[in-house]
């Protein structure tokens, strides 16, 4: 147990007795944030700790039995099996765990996006408003991708938001929002994206060796413009240079809803001889990543390492392989905040980032309703790491 995590905690009493819901699709998730939630709370010290304020503080799980059974029909119903009331409940759901089926007439149909949010709000609305605070913990956020209008076109993540405000929900944390301005939508409430910056490059440093971090080695590259701002970030907490890619589209068509990308323009510096991080939010098809890391490797770049907070991999995982098998990738990194195939686990050009702790470091967190802008914001963690990485010390 840290200084760090007990100063963190112990100065407030708990907004109320700590519950978490893990959906389905998120159950591997929560089962690893509630491992650490019990083992900081079990070595935690507290002269409070038997007072009334702190009921239920130490618990051998904080997970709570809910389920979301389905009649033959389709329809289905959210049941909580224990008592929430004056809870401070944590919801968790993955809207991209297809890997969760259902039975409709006789057919196995597998979950969609909107299947997951709808169980949500059947989790949400069987609490029937006796929590004392429901936070939403939405790693992929619902729509993210329809945040804006450019035609006549519906706004499914802001109602999606708005939605679930007046069922009750107080906070919504998401990870690594595809644009965080959809939080105009619910303007007098809490909404919090979460970036793995210091996770990304924790798991880059432990399974690569010998790497030199500064501008003349390495560089971050932005594949596009919307994703600007998070190369920017690890540049400059790295110290390294940066560039980036804008999209050239052709919009006298239209391809699956898209304008086709006709090529990848490049702004910045020489990258010659480079080591190149390309971060980005999520890696969809992969068809973009892999085009930008050729056009690195045309401008004669050395290894190039990919960061991406959601690994979806919608068109399998051949091309990565491919791609690895030519040189053109040496390592992907993405996270656990989503589901992951066995078949994406087991390969060996792959790094999992395990964003469970971290998880449980916010609900810990904020269910003493105190100050999560250290975690937000992970700038001396990631110099202190990258500093034992370069005086030779395991990280």
């Keep these: 147990m840290t200084k760090r995590e007990e100063k963190r905690n112990l100065e407030s009493i708990p907004v109320g007795s700590l519950g978490v819901i893990a959906l389905e699709g998120c159950k591997t998730l929560g089962e690893k944030v509630d491992y650490y939630l019990v083992k900081w709370r079990t070595e935690r010290e507290s002269e409070h700790k038997d007072s009334l304020a702190f009921a239920g503080y130490q618990r051998s799980s904080y997970l709570l039995d809910s389920k979301v059974p389905r009649f033959g029909s389709g329809e289905a119903k959210g049941m909580i099996k224990e008592s929430v009331r004056g809870d401070d409940l944590f919801i968790m759901v993955d809207v991209c765990n297809y890997s969760i089926t259902y039975t409709l007439c006789g057919h196995v149909n597998r979950m969609s996006p909107d299947d997951h949010y709808q169980n949500l709000k059947r989790i949400i609305s069987a609490v029937g408003g006796k929590a004392r605070r429901i936070t939403v913990i939405m790693p992929f956020l619902y729509e993210s991708r329809q945040h804006k209008r450019t035609a006549r076109e519906s706004l499914d993540c802001a109602i999606a938001l ?193 964003m469970s702790k971290y998880i449980a470091y916010l609900i810990d967190t904020l269910n003493h309703d105190s100050s999560i802008s250290d975690l937000l914001n992970p700038n001396e963690k990631i110099r202190n790491i990258v500093a034992r990485y370069n005086a030779g010390e395991d990280v």
């Design 162 to 354: 708005q939605e679930l405000v007046k069922m009750g929900v107080d906070n919504i944390i998401t990870f690594d929002a595809h644009d965080a301005r959809v939080q105009n939508a619910i303007p007098l409430h809490g909404f919090e994206t979460v970036q793995p910056a210091y996770q990304f490059i924790k798991g880059l440093l432990r399974h690569k060796k010998g790497l030199t971090i500064d501008s003349d080695h390495m560089m971050v590259i932005s594949p596009d413009e919307g994703g600007m701002s998070r190369a920017i970030y690890i540049a400059n907490v790295l110290g390294l240079d940066m560039g980036m890619f804008y999209k050239r589209r052709d919009y006298t068509t239209i391809v699956n809803g898209k304008n086709p990308i006709v090529a990848h323009e490049f702004l910045g510096s020489a990258v010659e001889g480079k080591d190149m991080i390309i971060i980005d939010d999520m890696i969809s098809s992969g068809d973009s990543v892999i085009e930008v890391a050729a056009a690195l490797k045309a401008r004669k770049a050395n290894r190039i390492f990919v960061f991406s907070t959601f690994g979806l991999f919608t068109n399998g995982l051949e091309r990565f392989d491919k791609a690895h098998e030519q040189g053109l990738i040496d390592r992907v990194l993405t996270t656990n905040l989503i589901y992951q195939t066995p078949e994406l686990l087991s390969r060996h050009w792959y790094i999992n980032c395990d």
